[in-house]
């Protein structure tokens, strides 16, 4: 059974920074791509970064490149996302997502076949 639980979320004052983990269960870190994803309250889930055990990539949306940092420890079965420089827009639940077929990009949420239950992050102004 594959289980992603994320841990790492609360409440950090704008500028300051947040490590998320999300801790994997059921698969092996091997042609897989793992995902963070938020959704801020009345907004759609937006991917927001990736890392790719397919050709060993990682990816960002441009709000928040340069600012987040996506890793994985293969042997704790552990993904990371360092969050620095967190700004109000960033508040928003975080999940984590595996897809078993996607090669590249973070791709849309339908790409992925099982979600965490998610961690809040809020940024205050």
């Known amino acids: 059974e594959v289980q992603l639980v994320e841990t790492g979320g609360g409440l950090v004052q704008t500028g300051g920074s947040l490590r998320l983990s999300c801790a994997a269960s059921?698969?092996?870190?091997?042609?897989?791509?793992i995902a963070w994803f938020r959704q801020a309250p009345g907004k759609e889930r937006e991917g927001v970064s990736c890392i790719s055990y397919h050709d060993g990539d990682t990816y960002y949306r441009d709000s928040v490149r340069g600012r987040f940092t996506i890793s994985g420890d293969t042997a704790k079965k552990t993904v990371f996302l360092q969050m620095n420089s967190l700004k109000p827009e960033d508040t928003a639940v975080y999940y984590c997502?595996?897809?078993?077929?996607?090669?590249?990009?973070?791709?849309?949420?339908?790409?992925?076949?099982?979600w965490g239950q998610g961690t809040q992050v809020t940024v205050s102004s």
């Open positions: 059921g698969f092996t870190f091997e042609d897989v791509a």
């Open positions: 997502a595996v897809s078993l077929s996607l090669v590249a990009g973070i791709g849309p949420a339908d790409a992925y076949d099982y």
